[in-house]
């Protein structure tokens, strides 16, 4: 089976609120088996609200909207769905029951405007909603199928799990499973690694898939078969072959920082880090790791006080990830040193060093840093500079 989603709320398209919705149905329906092609985010009209779920119809077999359920005049996709399917809405007076007792448990009084929430377009089959006054309903015709939930996460969440997924499991013979497992790469370019493994990327089944943010690769694997076990047998065998590819540059099904925290563990290193820019984008990755910081012994902080070519940040790095050994008692100093001008081309040389009982290791490279997320990438080159130590392998 085939499905899009459709979230509805204009104060998505403000971002005022995150799409939550989506992200939750796209891992669940996957999990089920379920292949998302598409998501997509309308505002609370009625007319493009119907004309999203007529073309996501036109190409998926179901459909699932969320949002836009509530009493309010701006809640329009029930009357949108209705206008979708050509049908009129039609009034059920055990829904209208199901709201009043629920304000009834809450002990609050139920408003005319509630009255709105117990239509459904004409023939759908209703969903109560226990979790809230909202109720959920699914439509069926020739042109596809709707469940239509509602926006409030919590809600959404339990009617998609008690309601919808038994639909599609018992009545729509979903039964196929779709594993996906993401591994985590450094070291290589994006258009390199896509090179690499190119074949890869280019099947049907499993499919392989990098994204990509500040140096850091996600190749997410996903496979599809008729069993658990059949799916992680096509999914192995995908990871060895790029594992096998890629080598050094693989950092494991775990994010870098995760990575260097738990190697620091196993192996008993201890750590202290020297960083040139108050930013400290070296001890911010690993502050936001669970366990990143159960090693580090310590922490210098000294952003420049004079100007500092490319030779003398990558002194000033050497020197600091000594300095921090030394005055920390740990047997590892990773030290992270930018110029203070960027080059002609906007571009900032940043040197990272690392020392060692093994003796040291130092890398120079140039970055965007006119922007905060540019100092992710100085996190990136330390952590990797020191996860290849503790790996055993080349810098």
Same mark, same amino acid.
């Given at each position: 089976?085939?499905?899009?989603?459709?979230?509805?709320?204009?104060?998505?398209?403000?971002?005022?609120?995150?799409?939550?919705?989506?992200?939750?149905?796209?891992?669940?329906?996957?999990?089920?088996?379920?292949?998302?092609?598409? !998501?997509?985010? &309308?505002?609370?009209? &009625?007319?493009? /609200?119907?004309?999203?779920?007529?073309?996501?119809?036109?190409?998926?077999?179901?459909?699932?909207?969320?949002?836009?359920?509530?009493?309010?005049?701006?809640?329009?996709?029930?009357?949108? &769905?209705? =206008?979708?399917?050509?049908?009129?809405?039609?009034?059920?007076?055990?829904?209208?029951?199901?709201?009043?007792?629920?304000?009834?448990?809450? +002990?609050?009084?139920?408003?005319?405007?509630?009255?709105?929430?117990?239509?459904?377009?004409?023939?759908?089959?209703?969903?109560?909603?226990?979790?809230?006054? *909202?109720?959920?309903?699914? &439509?069926?015709?020739?042109?596809?199928?709707?469940?239509?939930?509602?926006?409030?996460?919590?809600?959404?969440?339990?009617?998609?799990?008690?309601?919808? =997924?038994?639909?599609?499991?018992?009545?729509?013979?979903?039964?196929?499973? /779709?594993?996906? !497992?993401?591994? %985590?790469?450094?070291?290589?370019?994006?258009?390199?690694?896509?090179?690499?493994?190119?074949?890869?990327?280019?099947?049907?089944?499993?499919?392989?898939?990098?994204?990509?943010?500040?140096?850091?690769?996600?190749?997410?694997?996903?496979?599809?078969?008729?069993?658990? #076990?059949?799916?992680?047998?096509?999914?192995?065998?995908?990871?060895?072959?790029?594992?096998?590819?890629? +080598?050094?540059?693989?950092?494991? #099904?775990?994010?870098?920082?995760?990575?260097?925290?738990?190697?620091?563990?196993?192996?008993?290193?201890?750590? *202290?880090?020297?960083?040139?820019?108050?930013?400290?984008?070296?001890?911010?990755?690993?502050?936001?790791?669970?366990?990143?910081?159960?090693?580090?012994?310590?922490? /210098?902080? %000294?952003?420049? #006080?004079?100007?500092?070519?490319? %030779?003398?940040?990558?002194?000033?790095? %050497?020197?600091? *990830? /000594?300095?921090?050994?030394?005055?920390?008692?740990?047997?590892? +100093?990773?030290?992270?040193?930018?110029?203070?001008?960027?080059?002609?081309?906007?571009?900032?040389?940043?040197?990272?060093?690392?020392?060692?009982?093994? +003796?040291?290791?130092?890398?120079?490279?140039?970055?965007?840093?006119?922007?905060?997320?540019?100092?992710?990438?100085?996190?990136?080159?330390?952590?990797?500079? =020191?996860?290849?130590?503790?790996?055993?392998?080349?810098?």
């Amino acid at each position: 089976m085939d499905a899009e989603i459709i979230a509805v709320g204009s104060e998505l398209l403000l971002g005022a609120t995150i799409d939550t919705n989506s992200a939750f149905l796209a891992r669940n329906l996957a999990a089920a088996g379920v292949n998302v092609f598409r !998501k997509a985010v &309308v505002g609370d009209n &009625v007319e493009r /609200i119907a004309a999203c779920v007529r073309e996501a119809m036109s190409r998926a077999e179901l459909v699932i909207v969320t949002g836009g359920l509530g009493p309010t005049l701006d809640d329009v996709t029930r009357e949108a &769905v209705a =206008l979708a399917f050509g049908r009129a809405l039609e009034f059920r007076p055990e829904l209208l029951a199901q709201v009043q007792a629920r304000f009834d448990a809450m +002990g609050r009084p139920m408003s005319e405007s509630n009255r709105r929430q117990a239509f459904v377009p004409a023939g759908a089959r209703a969903i109560e909603n226990p979790r809230g006054t *909202a109720p959920a309903f699914i &439509v069926e015709g020739d042109e596809g199928t709707v469940a239509v939930l509602p926006g409030v996460p919590y809600e959404m969440r339990f009617l998609f799990e008690h309601a919808v =997924l038994p639909y599609l499991r018992e009545e729509r013979g979903v039964s196929d499973v /779709i594993l996906v !497992k993401t591994l %985590h790469a450094t070291g290589l370019g994006e258009s390199v690694i896509g090179e690499l493994i190119a074949d890869l990327m280019q099947a049907d089944n499993p499919t392989v898939g990098i994204s990509a943010k500040q140096a850091r690769y996600e190749l997410r694997i996903g496979a599809r078969a008729a069993s658990r #076990d059949e799916a992680a047998a096509l999914v192995a065998q995908a990871e060895a072959t790029i594992r096998e590819r890629l +080598g050094d540059n693989i950092s494991g #099904d775990e994010p870098l920082a995760a990575a260097v925290a738990r190697l620091l563990a196993e192996t008993g290193h201890t750590l *202290a880090v020297y960083e040139g820019s108050a930013l400290a984008p070296i001890y911010r990755a690993l502050s936001a790791t669970p366990g990143g910081l159960d090693q580090l012994r310590g922490l /210098i902080v %000294h952003p420049l #006080d004079r100007p500092t070519d490319e %030779h003398a940040a990558a002194s000033l790095a %050497h020197v600091g *990830a /000594i300095s921090a050994a030394d005055r920390w008692r740990s047997d590892i +100093g990773l030290g992270a040193q930018a110029a203070s001008e960027p080059d002609p081309s906007g571009l900032t040389p940043v040197s990272v060093a690392l020392v060692t009982p093994d +003796g040291s290791r130092q890398i120079t490279r140039r970055y965007d840093l006119r922007e905060p997320e540019g100092w992710e990438f100085v996190g990136t080159l330390g952590l990797d500079l =020191l996860r290849r130590y503790l790996i055993g392998a080349p810098a």
